[in-house]
């Protein structure tokens, strides 16, 4: 058994399902557990990804596949189609992951066996370091995680590189060598190539050290995301994210950055990625002294700071302006989706009823209804009051502001504004307006 294989990472009647690629890494993981097949009594098959990248990517398929046949495992292959995205490394996880995982479900797999290992993690962590992360990213590769249910294990994670060169020579393991690991074109191939073998004149057992590194940062965000998901599982959902300023910011600094982390994974699907410099932005927004406040990564995530609630959405708060004139008893339904209808005979169980009553109608209608604007006044007993100041008063949100209709009589005098404000009058004919949300 070569040292530090995770044995610990697979029992005795798992069903595996091993991604092999026909590197060096992955056929002596092959070849390891097909030797621990019949004492453990595992059953075993292999996933075998085709990239297309470079022509010869299809001598390593036939490869694994020849492999599979002189093993008598059964092996699935996955042709990627051609991506034209910038970003190929994440289109092509996915595709790996989703074939992975169809497979178990077909074949009642719980485990996926990857083939990375001590060297792979150094690179990783490294360059998270270098080109920056989140404290989860700082853990580096993860010996056992889910995708989906599935559990994905590493059992080579704290086996070095050079480790398995001395197994592969020792057993004389065959596999196919990938040309571009020669080339400096991949950040990765540039950490190894050159980074690495730095650390390791400077202190032989870097890797040792980089995995201490990993199982520090694992512990300690293990703590952080257990104290961080007690809070985002508390927090409402509609068509975004509401929660507390003052909730979030009795918190440490780092539980605060990893409930917004959280929060924005949660709302955008883990597709958006957010820098450190976000992270404290929108916490300088939830701090900021103004009552109300906004925070955007164009077309892709708002938040919104109204008094002491932070929301977070990913469509910018859009407010259509409307302007209706109605002249008797009806019904309308406005933009923002309430329901107002004009009525002497409401229906007792729909809504909000509010009963204004005149002498004389004639008076009040035609009735115009609309979004608040610049310079609407109210009238009181003691004179008037700008709407914008009583909106103020009750803490109200901008996208509050603009949902409430604003209801003007004949004389162009608000007379109505939903649970803020009613005129004062007095008569004995009755105008009923009611008001549905729908």
Same mark, same amino acid.
Do not use: W
């Given at each position: 058994m070569i040292k530090n294989f995770g044995i610990d990472l697979i029992e005795n009647h798992d069903s595996l399902l091993l991604a092999i690629s026909g590197g060096i890494d992955s056929m002596v993981m092959?070849?390891?557990?097909? &030797?621990?097949?019949?004492?453990?009594?595992? &059953?075993?098959?292999?996933?075998?990804?085709?990239?297309?990248?470079?022509p010869s990517s299809k001598d390593d398929r036939?490869?694994?596949?020849?492999?599979?046949?002189?093993? /008598?495992?059964?092996?699935?292959?996955? @042709?990627?189609?051609?991506?034209?995205?910038?970003?190929f490394h994440d289109y092509a996880h996915k595709k790996r992951y989703d074939f992975f995982l169809r497979i178990a479900k077909e074949h009642n797999i719980k485990k996926v066996l990857l083939a990375h290992n001590a060297n792979d993690n150094a690179e990783t962590i490294l360059m998270r370091l270098t080109r920056g992360s989140s404290f989860e990213g700082y853990r580096g590769i993860l010996r056992s995680n889910y995708y989906q249910g599935l559990q994905i294990v590493r059992p080579l994670l704290n086996v070095s590189r050079k480790d398995i060169e001395i197994y592969q020579q020792a057993n004389l393991v065959p596999y196919v060598n990938d040309p571009t690991n020669l080339e400096d074109d991949y950040t990765r191939n540039r950490f190894r190539h050159h980074v690495l073998p730095l650390l390791e004149e400077e202190?032989?057992?870097?890797?040792?050290?980089?995995?201490?590194? +990993?199982?520090?940062?694992?512990?300690?965000?293990?703590?952080?995301? /257990?104290? /961080?998901?007690?809070?985002?599982?508390?927090? &409402? $959902?509609?068509?975004?994210?509401?929660? /507390?300023?003052?909730?979030?910011?009795?918190? %440490?600094?780092? *539980?605060?950055? !990893?409930?917004?982390?959280?929060?924005?994974?949660?709302?955008?699907?883990?597709? *958006? !990625? *957010? +820098?450190?410099?976000? $992270?404290?932005?929108?916490?300088?927004?939830?701090? @900021?002294?103004?009552?109300?406040?906004?925070f955007e990564i164009e077309n892709q995530l708002y938040v919104y700071k109204s008094y002491d609630i932070l929301k977070f959405r990913t469509k910018s708060l859009v407010f259509e302006e409307y302007n209706f004139v109605?002249?008797?008893?009806?019904? *309308?339904?406005? %933009? @923002?989706?309430?329901?107002? +209808?004009?009525? &002497?005979?409401?229906?007792?169980?729909?809504? $909000?009823?509010?009963?204004?009553?005149?002498?004389?109608?004639?008076?009040? $209608?035609?009735?115009?209804?609309?979004?608040?604007?610049?310079?609407? @006044?109210?009238k009181t007993k003691s004179g008037t009051k700008k709407l914008k100041d009583v909106f103020i008063n009750k803490k109200l949100s901008i996208e509050a502001r603009n949902s409430l209709p604003v209801f003007l009589d004949k004389q162009n005098e608000i007379i109505f504004v939903p649970g803020i404000y009613q005129k004062e009058t007095t008569g004995e004919n009755e105008l009923f307006i009611v008001v549905l949300e729908e």
């Open positions: 092959l070849d390891i557990v097909n &030797k621990l097949k019949n004492k453990m009594q595992l &059953k075993l098959y292999i996933a075998h990804v085709d990239h297309q990248k470079r036939d490869f694994v596949v020849e492999m599979a046949e002189e093993f /008598s495992i059964p092996c699935f292959v996955e @042709n990627l189609e051609l991506n034209n995205d910038n970003n202190n032989p057992k870097y890797l040792e050290k980089i995995n201490h590194f +990993s199982i520090y940062q694992t512990m300690a965000y293990d703590l952080i995301d /257990s104290l /961080s998901e007690k809070i985002v599982k508390n927090i &409402k $959902f509609d068509d975004c994210f509401e929660l /507390s300023v003052k909730e979030l910011l009795k918190q %440490p600094l780092i *539980i605060q950055i !990893e409930v917004v982390k959280k929060i924005i994974n949660l709302l955008t699907d883990n597709k *958006i !990625e *957010i +820098s450190y410099q976000n $992270f404290i932005d929108i916490l300088k927004l939830a701090n @900021n002294p103004k009552p109300q406040v906004q109605i002249d008797g008893f009806k019904e *309308i339904k406005l %933009p @923002n989706g309430y329901l107002v +209808s004009i009525t &002497k005979n409401p229906n007792k169980n729909n809504g $909000f009823i509010y009963k204004i009553c005149y002498n004389n109608l004639d008076l009040v $209608f035609p009735i115009t209804v609309r979004n608040r604007m610049n310079g609407d @006044n109210l």
